[in-house]
């Protein structure tokens, strides 16, 4: 049944939409051919088995990636200046879980702070093939989710750190912190769905 109010339960804050069920499931094949979100279809292909396999886990059926907001405007993002890299928070789906609960958890374990999921921005559609083999290996979703801080002043959400050992540092930001090494990844194309 789909609900078209907000659902609280503790900390977990989950806006309904059309798209997302009341207990926070998501169908990213259903949703596919909807007109109202933006979709696209990539290959990755890895060089080996070994790349397959570290980047793409057994059991997972994909990958949520959140635009989280706070009440200034500015975008949660996962910056490796060294590196020029820029990322949404994102983590891996695997069988049986519901998308918005493991994006809620990686944000709220990795920064520490409470969100709302608002609604699904974007559905890739990925197909995973290792180089020089014919059939792909797997076929995958990334669901690129938005969701606010729960807050109610711009720069009141402090943020955990990521540990010293990670070479990974959360931020606000109202823009892209610097050029980042590859400007035209999908990435960088989802920030873009938040930092207009």
């Known amino acids: 049944m789909i609900h078209t109010d907000c659902v609280t339960t503790s900390h977990n804050y989950v806006k309904m ?36 396999r570290n980047r793409h886990g057994a ?8 635009g989280i907001t706070d009440a200034g405007g500015r975008l949660l993002l996962l910056t490796d200046p060294e590196e020029g890299h820029a990322l949404l928070p994102n983590d891996t789906v695997g069988s049986g879980e519901h998308w918005t609960t493991v994006a809620r958890k990686w ?17 890739r559609r990925v197909e995973h093939a290792i180089e020089g083999e014919e059939t792909p290996r797997s076929h995958v979703y990334h669901v690129v989710l938005s969701g606010s801080a729960v807050s109610t002043e711009p720069g009141e959400v402090p943020l955990d750190e990521l540990g010293t050992d990670n070479p990974w540092e959360l931020g606000w930001y109202d823009q892209l912190p610097y050029e980042v090494e590859d400007p035209e990844s999908d990435p960088i194309d989802d920030i873009r769905l938040f930092l207009d």
């Open 17 to 52: 939409t059309e798209t997302i069920l009341a207990n926070g499931t998501i169908n990213p094949e259903r949703l596919f051919d909807d007109e109202g979100i933006d979709t696209a279809e990539r290959t990755y292909t890895h060089g080996n088995e070994e790349h397959y």
């Open 107 to 123: 944000v709220e374990g990795q920064a520490g702070i409470d969100v709302t999921i608002d609604g699904i921005e974007r559905l």
């Open 59 to 66: 059991g997972t059926v994909g990958r949520v990636i959140v």
